[in-house]
């Protein structure tokens, strides 16, 4: 059985501890706490540590699920959380107020130095917004990055899947070539 680790970063609300419990095969270990940080996010609770779950893909392959903590004040923790990760998945609240600078802000702080394999999910993508999704197309081609990029909802299980997919078919391109 081949083990590897992802990682879900991304803005405060953007889905990660969803996206894991949507797609975890055990119960997710979370460390949600009362948002005591209204002025940055509405919601309830927050993440204040680390979620861990867990998915098996075709009986070959098991995948730890990380989420990293949204709130700026945690952003000491995130180089710890990604360590070692195979791939990082950047979820990026598209009903946010500045989606494209979260994006910059996600991709400066994750793609490190090692091959780390990329892949973004828009998330919310059914709130109502300011902005179009070709934002994230343009975006990238005007900063000349290509990483594959994907409209999600976080509670849904297959969208999800998707994401975490993509990075295992892109490490079996590699390993390929
Ligand atoms: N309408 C809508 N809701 C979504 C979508 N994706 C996720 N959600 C909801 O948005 C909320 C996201 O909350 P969390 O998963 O706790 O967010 P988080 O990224 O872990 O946030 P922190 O831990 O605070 O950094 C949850 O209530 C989800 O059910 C989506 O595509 N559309
Ligand atoms: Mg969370």
């Known amino acids: 059985m081949q083990r590897y680790k992802i990682v879900f970063c991304g803005g405060m609300?953007?889905?990660?501890?969803?996206?894991?419990?949507?797609?975890?095969?055990?119960?997710?270990?979370?460390?949600?706490?009362?948002?005591?940080?209204?002025?940055?996010?509405?919601?309830l609770h927050t993440t204040v540590g680390i979620d861990y779950g867990e998915i098996t893909i075709d009986d070959a392959v098991k995948i730890g699920l990380y989420g990293t903590p949204g709130q700026s004040r945690f952003q000491f923790m995130w180089p710890t959380i990604a360590q070692g990760a195979l791939g990082i998945v950047i979820l990026i609240d598209h009903s946010a107020e500045n989606p494209l600078a979260d994006l910059d802000l996600y991709l400066e702080s994750f793609v490190g130095k090692s091959e780390r394999i990329i892949v973004i999910g828009v998330t919310h993508v059914d709130v109502s917004s300011n902005h179009s999704f070709d934002i994230y197309r343009?975006?990238?081609?005007?900063?000349?990055?290509?990483?594959?990029?994907?409209?999600?909802d976080a509670r849904?299980?297959?969208?999800?899947?998707?994401?975490?997919?993509?990075?295992?078919?892109?490490?079996?391109?590699?390993?390929e070539v």
């Open 156 to 175: 849904q299980k297959d969208d999800v899947l998707l994401l975490v997919e993509t990075i295992i078919a892109s490490l079996e391109v590699q390993v």
């Open 138 to 152: 343009r975006w990238l081609i005007d900063n000349k990055k290509r990483y594959p990029i994907f409209s999600v």
């Open 13 to 43: 609300g953007s889905g990660k501890s969803q996206a894991i419990s949507s797609l975890s095969e055990i119960p997710v270990f979370a460390t949600e706490a009362l948002n005591t940080d209204e002025e940055a996010h509405s919601k």
